[in-house]
């Protein structure tokens, strides 16, 4: 889910339309546009004449869109016209791509290996508090026994300085 950015007929030319909270699906070959969803966010649509129109909240013109003869309004355009853009920062994509390391992260972006995601260039590289837990080890805890150990019962005495509990524990049945 992020922004959509498809390109959209107007009489001879074309036209950009920004789809925001869009679903992409990648193996579907076509771009489907809900336009309740383009009223909610304040376009305004006209069908007449074999058309539909979509003019944006500012009412410029956005798409001029002809009925086909299956009676749908239909633009046919190549793939590459349609492109999923998702800002994240680059520590979200390490999260994303199961903690893999920051750099290989960034290179699979730069690289093009990973399309419709764009790093965000203001959101500085952090630690990630995940792979710093992961890759903390326990170190077993030294008993040196500094003082001679006692040599006859009651010599030496452990005590429990703990308490007393604030809560009582739960009694047996």
Known sequence: MGMLIVK????????????????YAPSI????????????EGFMSHIGDGHLRLTSPSRELIANVARNASCLYKYERSPEYAH????????EL??????????????????????GIKLDPDVPESDCE???F????????????????????????????WGPARVATAKKK
Do not use: Q, W
Request: charge should be negative.
């Open 94 to 115: 390490h999260h994303r791509l199961e903690h893999i390391s920051v750099a290989s992260s960034r290179k699979l972006v730069e690289i093009g290996a990973i399309k």
């Open 29 to 40: 070959s076509y771009t489907l546009v809900s336009l309740r969803a383009l009223d909610e």
């Open 130 to 132: 995940a792979c710093i």
């Open 134 to 161: 992961a890759c903390a080890t326990c170190i077993p805890v030294p008993k040196p026994h500094i003082s001679v150990p006692a040599l006859s019962f009651g010599d030496e005495i452990h005590t429990d300085v």
């Open 8 to 23: 959209t007929p107007v009489n001879r030319h074309e036209s950009v339309l920004y789809l925001y909270n869009a679903l």
């Open 84 to 91: 999923a853009v998702e800002l994240l920062s680059v520590m």
